[in-house]
């Protein structure tokens, strides 16, 4: 998509910001990378103060996002609803006058800042795509306050796009190929006792069709395959060192769980015997090694369970769930 506005950045930093405070520059910068949110997303990551009650900070929420949308920063979204259901939470996404605040108070390219309304935003399936990624980065954040593990980054799929741009954006695996990096849902970084875990997490809402054959299958098969040529790169030690490749899976239901399940177990399979650099012995290590590599849970699970502590994720090969702290 081309940007809104191609005003350069100077332009933009002599204009007058609106009357804000780094709460809103940095509502504003979370908006810039999600492009939608919802009331309740955006009180639970901006406003969830320990000294407030939770009335407190949905009203104070509230009136902060009137004012906001008074002065022309965000805009308001009412979600489309059956006649089953009740009113859901309003969305915001970025307005003007939420350009000079971003390009002066957190450095962002206006260029890059695109304020045109997605198709059918009230009921777009990308725009329940995105909700339901913020709401997994809420319960991810909640869990490590639960027990006290430090979330040192979140970086949603834009924020990603932006560093993997023309050559950084690509690799070559062990055969010389060019290949372009994978691009997760949201990468995230935790902390506990000095040490660090890296996560890529992909969020699934069944628009990836597992019913179809292995061939037919390039979302899921091809995300598999391009993480693993990525970890076995040598852009990938240059970037992370030797950790570990971990990818988080989220779906919808058992069923749906275990197909993903079988195509990553078919397609690690694959990978391990095309590797003529492995002798016949090595294979089983190999295979079990790379399974690892993969983790799948359920939305309900992750929901309702700590995901951080509780036995909740599968892994090809075993037949209960695992923690995925130890």
Not at 106 to 134: A, S
Not at 214 to 230: C, E, H, M, N, Y
Not at 290 to 306: A, E, I, P, V
């Amino acid at each position: 998509m081309k940007p809104t506005t191609n005003k350069s950045s100077s332009k933009w930093r002599s204009d007058h910001a609106i009357p804000h405070t780094e709460r809103d520059a940095d509502l504003l910068l979370a908006l810039f990378a999600k492009k939608y949110m919802s009331t309740s997303q955006i009180r639970k990551l901006f406003w969830d103060d320990p000294g407030r009650s939770q009335q407190g900070a949905i009203k104070a929420c509230q009136r902060r996002l009137r004012q906001l949308e008074a002065y022309g920063a965000i805009r308001r979204i009412e979600q489309a609803v059956r006649r089953t259901e009740g009113r859901k939470d309003d969305l915001f996404t970025l307005d003007v006058k939420s350009i000079p605040v971003l390009v002066n108070e957190r450095g962002v390219n206006p260029k890059l800042i695109d304020l045109r309304p997605w198709l059918n935003e009230e009921n777009n399936p990308q725009v329940k795509h995105l909700l339901e990624l913020t709401n997994v980065q809420i319960a991810w954040k909640e869990a490590c306050i639960a027990c006290d593990i430090g979330l040192e980054a979140w970086v949603d799929e834009k924020a990603i796009r932006i560093q993997y741009t023309n050559e950084s954006g690509t690799f070559f695996d062990i055969q010389g190929n060019t290949l372009k990096k994978p691009i997760a849902d949201a990468f995230t970084i935790l902390k506990r006792d000095e040490k660090r875990g890296y996560f890529w997490i992909e969020v699934d809402r069944s628009n990836i069709n597992v019913n179809l054959s292995l061939s037919d299958r390039p979302t899921i098969a091809g995300k598999v395959q391009r993480f693993l040529a990525w970890e076995q790169s040598q852009a990938f030690q240059e970037e992370f060192g030797n950790r570990p490749l971990r990818n988080l899976l989220i779906t919808r239901g058992m069923g749906r769980l275990h197909n993903m399940l079988l195509v990553t177990r078919q397609i690690i399979t694959q990978v391990v015997e095309e590797n003529d650099d492995l002798a016949d012995e090595q294979r089983p290590a190999e295979i079990q090694r790379l399974t690892k590599r993969f983790f799948f849970t359920t939305f309900d699970l992750f929901y309702t369970h700590n995901p951080l502590l509780h036995s909740i994720w599968y892994q090809v090969g075993t037949d209960a769930p695992g923690v995925l702290l130890g």
